[in-house]
């Protein structure tokens, strides 16, 4: 059973706001990555990490920007929310002897209005 | 560019029946990864396959990886509601850092 969790689960905020969507995982993985998903459409990869103080940008441009200052965590914010960014965020981690196998948490579902 | 196409998009049957879903691609992988995603949730990793030919069983469902390495498809046997769900296929492609997921299929099972 994975062990990846994201908070908050949906959030709605207004246009301009600064929001960090929270994610945790207790399985001491080194590869984490967040995708952006519209309801019932493919994922794409936004950005993801090899391990502690590695970003990398993903197939997909976003204007967020994320940190892994720890192995279990890793944050994604948007300096300022615009209604385009209404989507779906998926975070996930893959164990080192599987990278090809991924574990997602449950996703924040965000509403910009 | 979409690296694997997956059909039908959309798939509505009957408590009990057949069906096959399909993941094409002309890409080689080095491995391919079925989920289930059900509304509002991540997706849960079903089954991986990494030899061409490669055939796996998990209770109803059977997962077939093509020979060539280029395609996949999911096969579930009498299916129930609790299969409802979007089912994404993704591949390692060789030499790449990332999966690359597929378009989906949306099942609906009707009690």
């Known amino acids: 059973e994975a062990d990846i969790y994201q908070t908050p689960r949906y959030l709605v905020i207004g246009t301009g706001k600064k929001i960090t969507l929270e994610c945790s995982q207790t399985m001491g993985h080194d590869k984490m990555y967040w995708y952006q998903q519209d309801p019932g459409m493919e994922l794409h990869l936004i950005h993801y990490?090899?391990?502690?103080?590695?970003?990398e940008k993903g197939d997909l441009s976003s204007e967020s920007t994320v940190s892994r200052i720890r192995t279990e965590h890793f944050p994604l914010t948007l300096e300022s929310a615009r209604p385009s960014h209404t989507s779906q965020y998926l975070c996930a981690s893959s164990p080192p002897t599987r990278p090809y196998e991924q574990y997602f948490g449950p996703g924040t579902r965000l509403t910009v209005t | 560019t979409q690296l694997l196409e997956q059909s039908p998009q959309f798939l509505s049957i009957q408590e009990g029946e057949n069906l096959t879903v399909y993941c094409n691609s002309s890409s080689v992988f080095s491995s391919l990864q079925w989920y289930r995603q059900e509304p509002g949730e991540g997706p849960v990793l079903l089954v991986t396959v990494v030899t061409g030919g490669e055939v796996k069983k998990l209770k109803r469902l059977t997962f077939q990886f093509g020979d060539a390495r280029k395609d996949s498809s999911l096969h579930i046997t009498a299916a129930q509601p609790g299969d409802t769900g979007l089912y994404l296929c993704a591949g390692e492609e060789t030499g790449a850092n990332n999966l690359f997921f597929g378009t989906g299929t949306r099942l609906t099972v009707i009690p």
């Open positions: 990490s090899y391990g502690v103080n590695s970003t």
